[in-house]
């Protein structure tokens, strides 16, 4: 049985063979860093940590070059995604973001697709046409970090934009041939599980078209890391993560597509819990007591 949608799967039916996410620097920044909005940025984030190729120096170009000899070599990937996976990847101009995106065009159909991760108050029309453009020759994804759907932990953690603001891009790119990914945090601070519940219900409700969903972990130079280190704030152990997560999953629309359960980052950076580097352990857990408990994604999916 297939407990939940699982993007791979996707990938493969829709493509015939293993398609592999590049992730890229395109050198972009984020206004909850600059001082437009902030200069602290969210009380978890380092991108250091979980983004490699924020070290890379290399061109655009050169790293899809590379990222696609990779894939082939380590997955046997056929096919591409590139990803633009640092900060805020619609935070300048259009013609900036014209000149970054159509690297992509530079190689071919290796690539079939390409997603974008920015923040909710990072997008307009302007940017939106542009995006949906690239919709004719390539699958098209944005991924907007929305973290929580309750407003008084958007505040608490520093994200500097509301629901409101996530719902106003949601319905202006829905109407887009861009598909939406949406991050949701599991376990940040003074969220109960109903708290966390409640965004797996709204997440429902809207029917995204996907999601990525991380269990809260404490980093290296960070807001949080003071916090924890102060004894303010205790991360989820595997197994209360693992119970709210399947969960949350059964409140999903059937059919929107996990992209991701756990996460990842870069080990010196990590602070806490460890076992977040047990990723295949995660999903096994996971299946293995969506099984016991007979729930799966969408069981408890309310239609509207």
């Known amino acids: 049985m297939r407990y939940y949608n699982k993007f791979s799967e996707y990938l493969k039916k829709k493509y015939g063979c ?51 000899e990779y894939g082939k070599k380590r997955f046997k990937a056929e096919k591409f995604i590139v990803y633009f996976q640092p900060y805020s990847n619609t935070y300048g101009n259009i013609n900036e973001l014209k000149i970054k995106y159509d690297v992509v065009k530079k190689f071919s159909s290796e690539i079939v697709g390409i997603s974008i991760a920015t923040r909710p108050d990072c997008i307009d029309q302007e940017k939106l046409n542009l995006i949906e453009s690239y919709s004719d020759d ?35 790119t829905k109407k887009r041939k861009i598909k939406i990914c949406v991050h949701v945090i599991i376990g940040l601070p003074e969220e109960s599980e109903e708290n966390i519940l409640e965004t797996a219900k709204e997440c429902g409700r809207l029917k995204i078209d996907g999601i990525k969903i991380h269990p809260i972990h404490i980093l290296k130079n960070t807001e949080l890391e ?18 709210i997560l399947v969960n949350f999953l059964s409140f999903l629309h059937p059919d929107t597509i996990i992209h991701r359960l756990s996460a990842d980052c870069d080990r010196k950076y990590l602070v806490a819990p460890e076992w977040l580097f047990q990723k295949q352990k995660i999903l096994n857990l996971l299946e293995e007591k969506m099984k016991k408990e007979n729930i799966y994604q969408g069981k408890n999916y309310k239609g509207n």
């Open 18 to 68: 293993r398609v592999h996410k590049i992730p890229v620097y395109a050198g972009f920044f984020c206004p909850n860093l600059d001082g437009s909005l902030s200069f602290k940025g969210c009380i978890y984030c380092n991108n250091y940590a979980f983004s490699p190729s924020l070290r890379n120096e290399e061109t655009l170009q050169k790293q899809i070059e590379k990222g696609i």
């Open 226 to 243: 003071k916090i924890y280190n102060e004894g303010k704030f205790k991360p989820f152990e595997m197994e209360e993560y693992i119970k």
């Open 138 to 172: 390539y699958e098209v994804w944005i991924e907007y970090g929305l973290q929580s759907i309750h407003n008084k932990t958007l505040k608490l953690i520093n994200r500097n934009h509301t629901y409101s603001d996530f719902l106003k891009a949601f319905e202006t």
